[in-house]
């Protein structure tokens, strides 16, 4: 049921191997001032990482999300926080046993500075592959977001990722036996994506989801019920919740993990919970209502 409800075709990701390059790598993870980002000491606090269920690591920082997924022919990893967030992210990844090394493919949820500014600094070191949807790959590729994000004017740039190779949201994509289906889930940004796969252990097997930002937060000139630049945005809202509720969904983690409750459920073995993408969905079609009600009401 889900490949026809959501799998429009399959992407096998080939394995490349490149040589680690940290050269740049002071320069690739310098901080946002204070001045510049005064929530950016917060979200990167370190953050002890741990196993989710099965291959599936949480690997990020205490207020931004990183996952790592592994098998025996490379291991991929979604998001990567800040610039900032990238040499705690790679120490992460290296205390749950895996060497950032083998890392063949990153992914991106949406391509603002606090869950992407972290890509270019560990493709430095890794050698990864980058694939987003094209919408993002635009943005990771100069490093600054465009008139059509709700948030231009409030987003900091951060390090360009090269070479970001595009696939068709919907598409499933596959490294060894890793099997990721991407959900297209837009509205917080134009290429906003949402991922989900199954990791299993000797008990069974959880599906698992990697839920995008449904927030409809914007500049202030922005209105999501009229403007030129990014017109389908409460229409991206509607469809992405619709694809939220209806996946097979065990654990849900987001990108913000405070927006999935992730630090008052007991730990992992909290995690479990069915309803918990329907919760999601619903909370963000809230959200939605509320915004638009207020733009309405002026």
């Keep these: 049921m889900l490949r026809g409800l959501f799998i429009a075709s399959c992407i096998t990701i080939s394995l490349l191997g490149h040589p680690a390059d940290a050269q740049e790598l002071e320069d690739l993870t310098r901080a946002y001032t204070p001045e510049e980002c005064s929530s950016c000491e917060e979200w990167d606090v370190r953050q002890e990482p741990f196993r ?3 291959n599936s690591y949480y690997v990020g920082t205490h207020g931004l999300s990183a996952i790592l997924i592994t098998s025996l022919e490379g291991h991929v990893l979604i998001d990567a926080g800040l610039p900032s967030s990238a040499p705690l992210i790679l120490d992460n990844i290296r205390a749950v046993g895996f060497d950032p090394g083998d890392i063949e493919l990153i992914l991106n949820s949406h391509a ?3 869950h992407a500014g972290g890509i270019a600094a560990i493709r430095s070191v890794s050698g990864a592959r980058v694939m987003a949807s094209p919408a993002s790959a635009e943005v990771l590729e100069r490093g600054t ?10 987003l900091l740039d951060y390090p360009p990722v090269g070479d970001v190779e595009r696939f068709t949201p919907g598409d499933t994509l596959r490294l060894g036996d890793i099997e990721l289906a991407s959900h297209p889930t ?3 940004t134009p290429g906003g994506t949402s991922w989900s796969w199954r ?10 989801v990697y839920a995008d930002s449904q927030t409809p937060v914007s500049a202030d000139y922005f209105l999501f019920t009229s403007n030129d630049t990014y017109p389908s945005a ?3 809202f509607a469809r992405g919740a619709d694809i939220l509720e209806r996946l097979p969904c065990d654990i849900l983690i987001t990108t913000h993990p405070g927006a999935s409750s992730l630090w008052v459920e ?15 969905a619903q909370r963000a079609r809230q959200a939605v209502a509320e915004r638009v009600k207020r733009e309405t009401s002026k």
Excluded: N, T
């Excluded at 977001?145 to 409030?154: C, K, T, V, W, Y």
């Excluded at 909290?270 to 309803?275: E, R, T």
């Design 52 to 54: 989710i269920y099965g």
């Design 112 to 114: 603002h500075f606090d």
């Design 145 to 154: 977001s465009g008139p059509e994000d709700p948030q231009f004017g409030l």
């Design 186 to 188: 837009a509205g917080h």
């Design 199 to 208: 990791s299993c252990e000797e008990d069974g097997c959880m599906h698992i």
């Design 234 to 236: 409460l229409a991206a």
């Design 266 to 280: 007991g730990g992992p073995a909290g995690l479990i919970d069915s309803g918990a993408c329907r919760d999601y």
